[in-house]
Nanobody
Framework: QVQLVESGGGLVQAGGSLRLSCAAS????????MGWFRQAPGKEREFVAI????????YYTDSVKGRFIISRDNAKNTVDLQMNSLKPEDTAVYYC????????????????????WGQGTQVTVSS
């Protein structure tokens, strides 16, 4: 089992920044990828950003490209999401997720392909 604990959410004005962090613990940690999804009220959970653990390749959903940066620390088993130029439409619960087995990078945007999830952290952006 892997435990994921997110931190760093909060309330920020539009145009501001927040940094989310996710720490993994438990079984020997050697995933294929780790990343972030988000879920706004009344909407499905959607892909935000992902990083492959070994190679460090990153992928972003179009709406956050140029504003969000995902990074990982292999030694600490953490992944961070730096969120800049935040917009009200970024308001959601943000979830950290881990995929263990190798999969096509194309499939990393599908939440059904992830093995472990954190409890989520609320991000609220006021206009």
């Amino acid at each position: 089992q892997v435990q994921l604990v997110e931190s760093g959410g909060g309330l920020v004005q539009a145009g501001g920044s927040l940094r989310l962090s996710c720490a993994a613990s438990g079984r020997t940690f050697n995933p294929y990828a780790m990343g972030w999804f988000r879920q706004a009220p009344g909407k499905e959970r959607e892909f935000v950003a992902i990083v492959t653990w070994s190679g460090g390749t990153t992928y972003y959903t179009d709406s956050v490209k140029g504003r969000f940066i995902i990074s990982r620390d292999n030694a600490k088993n953490t992944v961070d999401l730096q969120m800049n130029s935040l917009k009200p439409e970024d308001t959601a619960v943000y979830y950290c997720a881990v995929r263990y087995r190798v999969i096509s990078d194309y499939d990393l945007s599908n939440r059904k392909n992830f093995d472990y999830w954190g409890q989520g952290t609320q991000v609220t952006v006021s206009s």
